[in-house]
């Protein structure tokens, strides 16, 4: 019952930047964290960048001071600020929702991804 829309992908320079943004849908009770996770050609998916309805983040070591992780509780979206972007940053990101929502009769939890948006950064 929760949907994520992504948006904001494309082709950059390297020294670019790009702003994407997530917005959770749905049955939504409450989100209690979203984060962003990458995917490059050939590699595994990793965890880029986290932030709590709080507002604590977390960034893995290869983005930190480049990107910043953001949201909108009031709007359930999640936004990932790239600058400085380089061609090791090329992959297709991915948005992730944890939350509580309405199922049936109860309130359950679970983790939601969105469909990924593709960032290309040429050298």
């Known amino acids: 019952q929760v949907h994520l829309v992504e948006s904001g992908g494309g082709l950059v320079q390297a020294g670019g930047s790009l702003r994407l943004s997530c917005a959770a849908s749905?049955?939504?009770?409450?989100?209690?964290?979203m984060g962003w996770y990458r995917q490059a050609p050939g590699n595994q998916r990793e965890l880029v960048a986290t932030i709590t309805s709080a507002g604590s983040t977390n960034y893995a070591d290869s983005v930190k001071g480049r990107f910043t992780i953001s949201r909108d509780n009031d709007k359930n979206t999640v936004y990932l600020q790239m600058n400085s972007l380089k061609p090791e940053d090329t992959a297709v990101y991915y948005c992730?929702?944890?939350?509580?929502?309405?199922?049936?009769?109860?309130?359950?939890?679970?983790?939601?991804w969105g469909q990924g948006t593709r960032v290309t950064v040429s050298s």
């Open positions: 992730n929702a944890d939350c509580k929502y309405y199922g049936g009769s109860t309130i359950r939890r679970g983790a939601f």
């Open positions: 749905g049955s939504i009770f409450s989100i209690n964290a």
